[in-house]
């Protein structure tokens, strides 16, 4: 069974930034896309950042222009590098995967940018 882990999240001053990592446990067959998603308290999870095998990207309004999100295919390796944080960025940061037969999550990082 696949697992993602996650790392990198924690607490951070509006305007700092973190870097959030996901790695599978095991390689994954016909990967399509990974990304990340993100979910506040009392809202729907939303879409971040994802980036495809050929290296398309698309962003969320929110984040465009102070998130980058890049991948390393060889290690089955999504990243997300988060600048200008800004208190509404707070949320549970969720790891995605999408293969051709199944999707995979991880188990979400907390992320906490104070005012």
């Known amino acids: 069974q696949v697992r993602l882990v996650e790392s990198g999240g924690g607490l951070v001053q509006a305007g700092g930034s973190l870097r959030l990592s996901c790695a599978a446990s095991r390689s994954i067959f016909s990967i399509n896309a990974m990304g990340w998603y993100r979910q506040a308290p009392g809202k729907q999870r939303e879409l971040v950042a994802a980036?495809?095998?050929?290296?398309?990207?698309n962003y969320a309004d929110s984040v465009k222009g102070r998130f980058t999100i890049s991948r390393d295919n060889a290690k089955n390796t999504v990243f997300l590098q988060m600048n200008s944080l800004k208190p509404e960025d707070t949320a549970v940061y969720y790891c995605?995967?999408?293969?051709?037969?199944?999707?995979?999550w991880g188990q979400g990082t907390q992320v906490t940018v104070s005012s």
């Open positions: 995605n995967i999408k293969a051709t037969l199944e999707a995979y």
């Open positions: 980036i495809t095998t050929g290296g398309s990207t």
